[in-house]
């Protein structure tokens, strides 16, 4: 049985290293990673990517697959439910390094597998709507840079953009401010404002960033 390590490192404020450190600091033990650099989770597919193909291949049944969330399989709703489905239907366990989810086909109760289904989808949902927020903000800050810079770029943000995918993520399964911070090294403060106000937040980062 092996345990691999799947990433998907998409723009340049994301690095491997920080995903495999944090994966290892959570306590997962790796057998093997594969990473896919420069791919968009929205437009394509997981088994169209090299690593993401090679996945498919590799993984057995007992085998466990750890990412960092959902997000890192996709950012489309039919392509992570379809996938996560697939890899439970050959007997792989699918776990995340936040809030330390797992997948798997055990549950033989019908409400239990429900259950379990309706979080993948919410959890799949989640990460095709960030990936549409962030598109959307990334629109408007082309606009804004037509205009005057010192009118649209307003105040440096303290977080690149993993982190608030992180914050995104850990709020949209209701984890508290204080646990937030703590996962983050960001301020409550910063944090309550991202969770008040997320499409400025990833709007303001995304002026910032090079888009």
Do not use: C
């Not at 090294?185 to 980062?205: A, E, V, Y």
């Amino acid at each position: 049985m092996t345990t691999i390590f799947y990433a998907r490192v998409s723009t340049a404020d994301q690095t491997l290293d920080h995903q495999v450190t944090q994966a290892r600091k959570a306590g997962f033990e790796i057998d093997e990673i594969l990473s896919d650099h420069g791919v968009s989770g929205v437009s394509t597919a997981l088994r169209d990517r090299p690593e993401g193909k090679r996945l498919f291949d590799k993984l057995r049944k007992g085998d466990t697959l750890v990412v960092r969330w959902v997000d890192r399989l996709g950012r489309n709703y039919q392509d992570v439910t379809d996938t996560i489905r697939e890899f439970m239907r050959r007997g792989v366990t699918i776990r995340t390094v936040i809030n330390g989810m797992i997948f798997d086909g055990t549950p033989q109760d019908p409400m239990q597998e429900a259950v379990r289904d309706a979080l993948i989808a919410f959890m799949a949902a989640t990460a095709q709507a960030q990936a549409e927020a962030t598109k959307e903000a990334q629109r408007a800050g082309i606009e804004a840079a037509r205009g005057d810079d010192r009118k649209y770029r307003g105040r440096k943000p303290s977080y690149d953009r993993e982190t608030l995918e992180i914050v995104l993520s850990m709020l949209s399964n209701g984890d508290g401010a204080s646990a937030i911070s703590k996962a983050t090294g960001l301020s409550r403060q910063t944090i309550l404002r991202i969770k008040n106000s997320p499409h400025d937040s990833q709007k303001n980062l995304n002026n910032w960033l090079k888009i």
